[in-house]
């Protein structure tokens, strides 16, 4: 069981709704900059829970002070480097009917930072999880990117090889849905000529420098001008996003030979159908009965 540390406070009263329930495990977003965008809910879930793992120990520590919190329970790191291993530790406290707190420098833990796999571990031990939403990087660059937002995908952090990126983006050339990354701002530069490359430089795309910040900065444009912009001084937290491939004018005959063409690679004729749909916005019941009836033709 986990013990708290520090002087206890007062008994809360028992008329306030607690933060957090006990014998869980609770993710909570954190400020992306700015820290009046933290959640009241995060406050309150510092000062009362029994465990708080914290990527980085000190960052949390620094975060409590800029909130006026006294942090109440025992800290402990969780990051990229011993997540597999603290993931058991943190589930046996839950068990035992802590409240356990998971919290990365910034943003929701487990978007590209640590939490999955004590998320995984809590559902296969039948832990309860739960979160406390707040800021994200993700959402708040596809807000302000001005591109589509009806469909999109989170891609993570851009490979660093550059053999790896080209065939990362290669294989993101036809997806349709509006993509969301991250990247560093001493890389940025070669990320977006490769995306050029991959996609092509006329793509529409935001650069988000710096969200919620003093100097936050929202660039648009096609690749290619982003592109040259970047060889300048970035400097700052880095989130891209890029439009999604648009849809192919393709008459019925060609999109049905594509489908019939992907089905004898191997793929379910539905599935292929599907696919074919979304990159050319023809039907996809129309485009799988024309396919059933140039098979049996």
Request: charged letters at 25%.
């Amino acid at each position: 069981m986990a013990q708290r540390s520090g002087t206890p406070g007062p008994d809360p009263d028992p008329a306030t709704p607690r933060a957090l329930p006990a014998g869980a495990v609770v993710l909570a977003a954190t400020p992306i900059g700015d820290v009046d965008d933290a959640p009241p809910r995060l406050r309150a879930a510092l000062a009362e829970a029994d465990v708080v793992a914290a990527e980085d120990t000190r960052r949390l520590q620094a975060l409590a002070g800029r909130l006026g919190v006294r942090i109440g329970g025992r800290v402990v790191s969780y990051h990229e480097h011993n997540e597999a291993e603290r993931a058991g530790d943190l589930v046996r406290a839950a068990a035992e009917g802590a409240s356990v707190l998971v919290v990365s420098d910034a943003g929701m833990p487990s978007v590209s930072d640590p939490g999955y796999r004590v998320v995984r571990a809590a559902i296969e031990a039948g832990i309860r999880v739960s979160a406390l939403p707040g800021p994200s990087a993700v959402l708040t660059a596809l807000a302000v990117s001005g591109l589509a937002s009806d469909r999109f995908c989170f891609e993570g952090f851009v490979p660093r090889r550059p053999g790896e990126r080209a065939r990362w983006f290669a294989a993101l050339r036809e997806e349709p849905r509006t993509m969301v990354m991250f990247e560093a701002p001493h890389r940025l530069a070669e990320t977006l000529t490769a995306a050029a490359e991959a996609l092509g430089e006329d793509r529409p795309a935001a650069v988000c420098r710096e969200l919620t910040k003093t100097y936050e900065e929202v660039r648009r444009g096609p690749l290619g001008d982003l592109a040259a912009w970047a060889r300048g001084d970035v400097r700052g937290e880095i989130t891209v996003v890029i439009a999604g491939a648009p849809r192919r004018a393709v008459d019925l005959g060609t999109a049905v030979a594509e489908v019939l063409a992907r089905a004898d690679a191997g793929e379910r004729l539905k599935d292929a159908a599907a696919e074919v749909s979304t990159a050319t916005g023809l039907g996809k019941r129309d485009l799988y009965e024309a396919a059933l009836a140039a098979r049996r033709r």
